[in-house]
């Protein structure tokens, strides 16, 4: 109640002074666990950007997204980036375009499909605009997942096809072994084991250079999968126990 009588003015006081104090003691607390430092960016941002420091609050803003969207508190992430993307000029191309794509993480959990899109055709401008390569692959990447998710496999397998390329031409090892492995999966969605079978073994040679464990787990799984569709069932168990293995 005593919140509610304050004026706007005196609220954003309130949460400035809360920042500043939450934001010294982020910088004494640097040794502690990625959590307790994790939550305490949380805090910093939400109060920042409630106490009308935008700018103070924008170099915390994409890791605790990433922190809320990690440890699944969708609906706390998706309050602080409309509270971040709703103030006017605080969000360059590129920033704006990375809390899309974190607000994209945050709407998948909860299933709201026509915001997610949404979401990802606004992104998806924005990264053409500014032409990084990087943002592009992302974007790229998540709407290819996202059409999978919605079972538009045709334009999925268009999107992973895109992210691909790029990696390949910026030399993102393990883009690249992400994207061939996403294709591989669309692949194998529409019934072409033939093209998933190269795409996933090269998927899982990639991952291995790169040493990225969860994409060669995901080949493994694929291949798997693929030799049981084929009535392979010796391979399609082996290919099981090494799955387990890495896990």
Request: proline share 2%; glycine share 8%; aromatic share 4%.
């Amino acid at each position: 109640v005593l919140y509610a009588d304050l004026s706007e003015l005196l609220r954003e006081e309130y949460h400035r002074a809360i920042a500043e104090a939450l934001e010294s003691r982020l910088e004494a607390e640097r040794e502690e666990t990625d959590d307790s430092a994790s939550r305490l960016l949380v805090g910093v941002c939400e109060h920042f950007l409630r106490g009308g420091m935008g700018k103070r609050a924008l170099r915390y803003l994409i890791p605790a997204l990433m922190h809320l969207n990690r440890v699944c508190q969708s609906e706390a992430a998706l309050s602080l980036v409309d509270r971040a993307l709703s103030v006017p000029g605080l969000l360059d191309d590129g920033h704006r375009a990375r809390a899309l794509l974190c607000k994209n993480g945050s709407l998948r959990p909860l299933g709201r499909r026509e915001e997610q899109e949404q979401t990802l055709a606004e992104a998806a401008q924005l990264v053409e605009k500014s032409g990084n390569s990087s943002e592009q692959y992302s974007v790229a990447n998540a709407t290819g997942v996202f059409m999978r998710t919605t079972s538009r496999f045709l334009e999925a397998l268009t999107h992973h096809e895109r992210a691909l390329s790029i990696a390949r031409h910026v030399g993102d090892l393990d883009g690249e072994a992400g994207s061939t492995v996403n294709l591989a999966n669309v692949l194998c969605d529409l019934g072409r084991y033939d093209e998933a079978l190269p795409a996933y073994e090269r998927g899982r040679e990639l991952a291995l250079r790169c040493g990225n464990r969860a994409w060669e787990k995901n080949a493994i799984s694929g291949l798997g999968h693929v030799a049981l569709q084929r009535g392979r069932a010796e391979d399609a168990v082996g290919h099981a126990k090494e799955e387990l293995d890495l896990s």
